[in-house]
């Protein structure tokens, strides 16, 4: 059997069109792109490709897009960068208890800065209380920080409902929106949510490490968190990796093309993932919103009676590859905070796998994978 890679929450396969792009840019256009001469424009009209094809996705202005690093700098640039920008206005932010590490991070050392943090509770699909929503934003809140798609469980949160009630308690307060994991999935609509700022990362959808993006909404201000040349229109100084950014440009391109069809075929893979799953008897148990009502290409399962790292192993040994959680949390023992968040029952905590599709995956690979997991969690419960 050839392998099956099922943790595309982690990390994606890079495109081949991606790969073949980038290393021409590190062969060729390597160009630094503030400088003056012919390679600096070449790498530097590379840039701007790349800001109009990552706009595109957002339907908004290319100069709202500034490139990062990364989602993990992205967040932190949108959540540090409106607390101290916004200081003098207020000192109370509200996010949610099941945050990517990258952000939840930001606003405990936010608080040991003297800031006021809200925490969102949320119910077992893993959405947002909105009636504390519309109770805790108040006149001294300058940022509300909400994930799109968690990463873990895949609950979709109503942005577009959360936009409404944190505008019509406070007009002054920043929306930010992380779309980390679904940017390329499903549709994005900034405006329609409004949002003033939100979130992306390039190996998330196909493009390579090093590189993702935060959408500011023109208007809105933050306070830079490096300081150097100016690049980025003054707000993220640093030079430009042009391979990694031209990457994401173009992973982005082909990832909205078809986008419909694409996160249809995603549900397709993951329904039949699940009902084999099923007809095999399998003894588990959904973490989180149904399948059908989660994002595309996530789903968490518990399996009574096991250990997740040991199940991961096991499936690991029949080259099936998944995770056990967030990739930037999984190397932690305690159990997920988003799963003790929706109330997951102790037993569930330790034996939770997260399985997670892309369009690489083939019907074949995601029926074969939970005939595989069946076999594997049948074996495994008997010997325990």
Known sequence: ???????????????????????????????????????????????????????????????????????????????????????????????????????????????????????????????????????????????????????????????????????????????????????????????????????????????????????????????????GGGQEYGLRSGTENTAAIAGFGLAAEICSTRLREKTAELYDLKQAFYRKLLEAGTSFTVNGPKPEESAPHIINLSFPGLKAEMLLHTLEDKEVYVSAGSACHSKHPDPSHVLKAIGTERENLDSALRFSFSGFNTMEEAETAAIVTAEVTAELQKIM
């Open 1 to 227: 059997m050839t392998e099956i890679y099922l943790d595309n929450s982690a990390t994606t396969r890079p495109y081949q069109a991606v790969i073949d792009l980038t290393g021409t840019i590190l062969a060729e256009s390597f160009g630094n792109p503030s400088s003056m001469h012919v390679k600096g424009v070449e790498a530097e009209k590379l840039i701007s490709k790349a800001r109009r094809q990552v706009a595109a996705v957002f339907e908004c202005h290319e100069k709202e897009i500034y490139f990062t690093s990364g989602g993990t700098e992205a967040n932190n640039l949108a959540i540090k960068g409106a607390a101290y920008r916004n200081r003098r206005r207020g000192t109370h932010l509200v996010t949610s208890t099941i945050e990517h590490p990258s952000a939840l991070s930001c606003f405990q050392f936010l608080e040991q800065e003297g800031f006021t943090v809200s925490y969102l509770e949320v119910d077992r699909q893993g959405l947002v209380d909105q009636e504390q929503l519309k109770n805790t934003v108040g006149s001294e809140t300058v940022l509300v920080s909400i994930m799109h798609v968690n990463n873990e469980i895949g609950s979709v949160q109503p942005l577009e409902e959360l936009g409404r009630i944190i505008k019509n308690s406070n007009p002054e307060t920043l929306f930010h929106a992380d779309t980390v994991q679904s940017f390329g999935r499903l549709p994005l609509k900034p405006d329609t949510w409004q949002a003033d700022m939100v979130t992306a990362s390039a190996h998330k959808i196909h493009g390579p490490r090093g590189a993702g993006c935060l959408w500011l909404k023109k208007g809105a201000l933050l306070q830079p968190l490096l300081h």
